[in-house]
Structures are given as structure tokens and as C-alpha cells.
């Protein structure tokens, strides 16, 4: 005899109901389900819990008691903004007010992944606050600092009760990418400070934002080239994407930098952070157009058909159907790609560009700070891991919000 609704067999007469098995809830649930199963994983653990314990100790020791940490907030605004001028460094907080606003505009609105590039940006600039509040910045340029975390909060949650239109907050993001641009470097009777100048995190962030930006675009039409039907632009993407995909980014860093001026005319000159730009942008873009390929290639060549069979054209199929699906199969890849090109803006030091990795050393190179190397670099690490762990998360949100990997 079974049950109609489950067609399980029924327990027989008499037998005893056993209650349901008992889930294990909570920390302790968790570290014996997890690290204290059997005796062979709790000899484990407790082994390689010591070990951490006793280095998190060490560490803990050095940080607060033997540590060097002035050297990192007594050169706090080099390390910030390099060498651009200290009087017209309220551009900088100026520009870093308008992208605050406009991000939390977005958090608002989107949400998801959006929302956890807001959080870290808050929590970024009130971790820049407190540092400049100890150190030669002052407390004027602190209160500037976290006054940006708190609009970029009060705009989040503002936007939340009212969201603005996606086309507004298309063209709040360009209108701030100009607005930075033009308080940056300067023009519209502002002083000009020119990209050589610039330096420290900014550099860092200027190379590594404006890279991506501009390679994406591109990656996805060189892609797209490389599965035309026309034989010369067939020809054109897959001999740029191989070419630039078979020599190291250094060496595109030299190129841009010393054969480049050679080739422009006597009165043309482009800034050393210009090219810099142009090159790993080109770089990027050659690796990002293989990750796309991968994804377009991956497109049910069903869908294609049933699209043409209903009359769409090899546009609109490219925009609606096949774009669509193949960007989003290689999120992962693409931001696996953007962190490990943020990593190499390190390289332009090559090229006589003071970016965050070269301050730390220009700081070194101070008979005042001699032997606080560990200090500059574990300050720089936490930098790049904190701005590579926020890509990756907000990935991590991102793939969730659409699906990715799960339907």
C-alpha cells in the first residue's frame, strides 16, 4: 500500500516512528560538522589553529608595538595624490565628491552589486579620514574625506525611496567621468596640472579605471571582427588580438613611451600618462576580446537560427540575443582580467611614473625612513587587496543577480 501523494510505502503497523534527523545549527554546529568530524580532522585543526594563532600573534605584537607606521602617515598625501600640487588638491576631493554621488545614486537605484562597490567606497574614504586626521593633512581635509562617505550614504539611501531612471544614471556617470577629467587636469579657467603630475593612489585609479572603461568597448568589437564574415576585418581583429597577445605588457609600456614620440609630429606632444593609458587599454583589450570570443562561441547555434528564421538581422541578433548571453558567461573571466590589470598599473614605473608602488619607493629612499620597508609595502598590499577583493565581490553579486552558472 502506498501513499497516493508521494508513492512512498507506508510504515507497516506497529513499527516505531524514529523523529527526523536533527540539523546542526549554529557556530558549534558548524566547526563539528566542518573541522572536528573524526579524530584524524580534529588533530588537523587544532594543529593548524595553533600555528595561525601563534602568527596572527606575532603580527599583532609587530603592528602595535614595533612598527613604523609614521612612515605612512607623515607621507599620507603623496602616497594619496603624488606629486600634484597641494594647493590645488581640493580637486582631487572635488572630483572624489561628484564620483561618491553618482555612485550612491547607483547603489540606490540598482542595488546588488552596486550597492557593495558603495559600502567599500564609504568604508575606503572613512579609512582615508582617520588617516589623514593623524597625519600632516589635517583635520579640515579628514572632515572633507568623510563628509564624501556620508553624502555617498544619505544619496544611497535617498535614491532608494525614489530611483532614478536608468538613462539618468547613464548620464550621471558620463557627466562625472568628464567632471573628473576637467578638475584633474584642468581647463575652463581652471589651472592646468598636467597627467605627469599625477601620482600615488590617484594614478593607480586613473590607469586602472580609465583601461577598463575604454577596453571594453573595444574587446567586444575586436570579438566581434574576429567572427565576421568579411575577410579583411576578419583578418585585421585576429592579427591585432594575436600580436598584442604575444608580447608582455612592458613592452607595450616602452613602445608607447619611447618609439611613439618618435613617429608624432614636432608640435604634437602626448603626456607619459596618456600613452600609458592608450597602451594597456590595447592590452587589455586584445585579452578581453578572446574572453568575449570564448563566450560568443558558447551561444546555442539554435538561438541564431531561430532568430533568423523570425527575420531579425545579424545586428539586432548580435545586440538582443548573442551579446547578451556571451557577456554575461564570461563575468567571471572579464573581472578576473580588470583585477590583474589593476595589479599591473605597478609596471609604469618602468616608464618614470610614480604610481602607488613608486611612491612607496621614493618614500624608501629617505635616509628618515630607512628599514620601514615592511611597513610601505604591507600598507600598499592592503591597498590592492582591498580594491581587488571589492571587484571580486561585487563580481560575486553580480553573477548572482543574473544567474550565472546556475541558469
Known sequence: ??????????????????????????????????????????????????????????????????????????????????????????????????????????????????????????????????????????????????ANAGLTLVVQLATAKRPLPGRVLTIGWLVSLVATLVLLHGGAGIPVVRPDAWGGL????????????????????????????????????????????????VSILYLSSILLPLFLPGDLRIDQVVRAMGGMTLFTAAYLAENVRGGL????????????????????IDRFIVLPQALRMTIPANVGLFISLLKDTTLVVIVSLLEILGIGRAVLAQAEWLGASFEVYAFIAIVFFVLSYSMAHASYRLEAALGVGRR
Do not use: C, K
Open 202 to 249: 590617484l594614478l593607480t585609479f586613473m590607469l586602472a579605471s580609465v583601461s577598463i572603461v575604454l577596453s571594453f568597448p573595444l574587446g567586444v568589437a575586436l570579438a566581434l571582427g574576429r567572427r565576421s564574415r568579411l575577410p579583411a576585418i576578419r583578418l585585421l581583429a585576429t592579427a591585432f588580438i594575436e600580436i598584442v597577445r604575444g608580447v608582455p605588457l
Open 297 to 316: 562561441q558558447a551561444v546555442p547555434r539554435g538561438q541564431v537560427e531561430a532568430a533568423q528564421a523570425i527575420g531579425l538581422s545579424g545586428v539586432q
Open 1 to 146: 500500500m502506498t501513499d497516493v501523494l508521494s508513492t512512498r510505502p507506508m510504515d507497516p503497523p506497529g513499527a516505531p516512528r524514529l523523529p527526523p534527523p536533527r540539523e546542526e545549527r549554529g557556530i558549534v554546529g558548524w566547526l563539528r560538522h566542518n573541522l572536528f568530524r573524526t579524530w584524524r580532522d580534529s588533530i588537523v585543526s587544532v594543529v593548524l589553529l595553533v600555528i595561525i594563532g601563534l602568527v596572527v600573534v606575532q603580527l599583532l605584537e609587530w603592528a602595535l608595538l614595533s612598527a613604523r607606521w609614521g612612515v605612512i602617515t607623515q607621507n599620507l598625501r603623496l602616497f594619496l595624490i603624488g606629486l600634484y600640487p597641494a594647493d590645488e588638491a581640493w580637486r582631487v576631493w572635488l572630483s572624489l565628491t561628484v564620483v561618491s554621488v553618482v555612485a550612491g545614486a547607483q547603489a540606490g537605484t540598482r542595488g546588488g552589486y552596486s550597492r557593495t562597490i558603495a559600502v567599500w567606497l564609504i568604508a575606503g574614504q572613512l579609512t582615508v579620514a582617520i588617516l589623514a586626521l593623524l597625519s600632516p593633512m589635517g583635520p579640515l581635509v579628514a572632515a572633507a574625506i568623510a
